[in-house]
Structure formats: structure tokens, C-alpha cells
């Protein structure tokens, strides 16, 4: 099953090395669309089709923020005397940062036909 209005296809997906099946990379590609219209305030939901930084930086948000779900209940550390389980996360403004440093990376330069830039804010 494919989501409709994907900025970045399965197939394109497998064609740049990812190595997720299809329904995980749906809802991942779901989650990473869904930062990139944050960030751009929607600009690119009605483009016809997205360039290609649109797609790496997908792409690139889907493998953090994949990383970000293995690592959410990583054990730190374990005492089998009194059975205690520490375990790790990624504070939230970490996480955020990361994201926005991906979004910039590939966005920052990119334009819509009218000139204004994807990530413009004022």
C-alpha cells in the first residue's frame, strides 16, 4: 500500500540503498513529510512532482528518524542483584535539532517557481 502525495516513492526509496520493506517505509516517509511541510509551512504539498534535495533529504529523515525508534528503549545499563534496567533516549531538542540540520542541509538553497525559498520564514 502505498501513501498517496509520497515525496519520496518505495521505489526511488530502494534505488538510493534503503533497506526498509514497504509498510515501514510508508509510515516513515509519513512522519519525514510531514517535518519537511513543518518546516517549509506546506509549500511543497500541491507541487506536482519534488526535486531531487526534496527526496534525499526524505530519505535522510527516514533513516534518523528510524534510528531514533531503535534507540528510544536501548538498555544503558542492567544490575541483576536488585533487577534494575536503565534505559536510553534521545532528549526531545536533540532529536529536533537533527532534523532541522537535515532539513537545512538539503533545503536551504531550494526555491519554488516564483523564487520564494522552501525554507523561508518571514
Known amino acids: ?3 498517496k502525495g509520497q515525496y ?3 521505489e526511488e526509496y530502494k534505488a538510493l ?3 526498509l520493506d514497504q509498510t515501514p ?4 516517509e509519513f512522519e519525514a513529510r510531514k517535518e519537511v511541510d ?4 506546506n509549500r511543497l504539498v500541491n507541487l506536482e512532482t519534488q526535486i531531487q534535495e526534496v527526496k534525499l533529504c526524505i530519505y535522510s529523515l527516514i533513516e534518523q528518524i ?4 531503535a ?3 536501548g538498555v544503558a545499563s542492567e544490575s541483576t ?8 533516549s534521545q532528549n526531545n531538542a536533540e532529536i529536533s535539532q537533527k532534523t532541522q540540520n537535515i532539513i537545512d542541509t538539503y533545503l536551504i538553497n531550494c526555491k519554488l517557481a516564483d523564487g520564494t525559498p522552501y525554507l523561508y520564514r518571514g
Open 66 to 69: 528510524n534510528s531514533n525508534k
Open 1 to 3: 500500500m502505498e501513501f
Open 17 to 19: 540503498g534503503g533497506l
Open 8 to 10: 519520496l516513492t518505495y
Open 38 to 41: 513543518k518546516y517549509t509551512f
Open 25 to 28: 517505509f510508508n509510515l516513515l
Open 71 to 73: 534507540n528510544l528503549k
Open 81 to 88: 542483584d536488585g533487577y534494575s534496567i536503565s534505559y536510553t
